[in-house]
């Protein structure tokens, strides 16, 4: 069975690309634009991972992780930003649980080593 992340971003072209750089990488993905598409889709399938965008065309990712985190625990949360250094908002989200940080700029396979790990877990 096929590793399923949960991709949420509200820039398409990033969702396109991650969508198909992971599914080539033989990942099931299912992708959300906005925090209601995100918990929809959580509350219809498990998923091995979630990969979450910090600033989502006017909401809070912060608050989204905290409800992933409150219910789904077991579910790893990625944070994914294009904040380059913001300490900050890094502190921030691993206090609330997040299970790592990617950044936008990291190259694909960067950003598939930080993802690899979640997705060999049962």
Do not use: H, W
Request: negative net charge; glycine residues 6%; contains cysteine.
């Amino acid at each position: 069975m096929k590793a399923r992340i949960l991709f949420v971003d509200d820039e398409a072209p990033i969702r396109e690309l991650l969508s198909l750089y992971f599914r080539k990488k033989g990942c099931e993905v299912a992708t959300a634009t906005t925090a209601r598409e995100a918990t929809a889709l959580a509350g219809q399938k498990q998923f091995a991972l979630a990969i979450l965008d910090i600033n989502l065309a006017g909401e809070n990712g912060l608050e989204l992780l905290s409800y992933f985190k409150t219910n789904y625990p077991q579910l790893p949360v990625i944070i994914f930003t294009g904040l380059a250094d913001d300490e900050d908002l890094l502190d921030q989200a691993m206090a609330r649980g997040a299970s790592g940080f990617m950044r936008k700029t990291q190259s694909l396979d960067e950003l598939f080593a930080v993802v690899q790990p979640y997705l060999a877990k049962p």
